[in-house]
């Protein structure tokens, strides 16, 4: 799979969602739209990054750095983000605040 050519802008983030293994219980195959959505995603892009809106003058007009990076693992917010789908692959735009902790 080739990386997507979006470049996701201010402070959003391009991810894509990770499989959970299909769970079949008794032989009854759960479908799609009955499954909760995974919350762990696979950062793909970062956006350009936001400047500091702070009140005071120690950091104006000063980028904020992100805290993740392509390719790490992420745990994600369940309703958050954009879905999009880029060649038929399906993935969400989201915030950097909607991101909860990076998995190692």
Do not use: H
């Not at 392509?70 to 917010?77: E, F, M, S």
């Amino acid at each position: 799979m080739s990386k997507p050519n979006i470049k996701p802008l201010g402070d959003r983030v391009l991810v894509k969602r990770r499989k959970d293994a299909e769970q079949v219980k008794g032989g009854i195959v759960i479908p799609d739209t009955a499954k909760e959505q995974s919350q762990e995603a696979e950062v793909i892009a970062l956006g350009t990054g936001n400047v500091c809106d702070c009140k005071d003058d120690c950091c104006k007009d000063k980028k904020v750095n992100f805290e993740v990076k392509a390719g790490d693992r992420v745990l994600i917010n369940r309703y958050g983000g954009n879905e999009i789908k880029i060649d038929g692959v399906e993935y969400l735009i989201i915030r950097q605040n909607d991101i909860l902790a990076i998995l190692s």
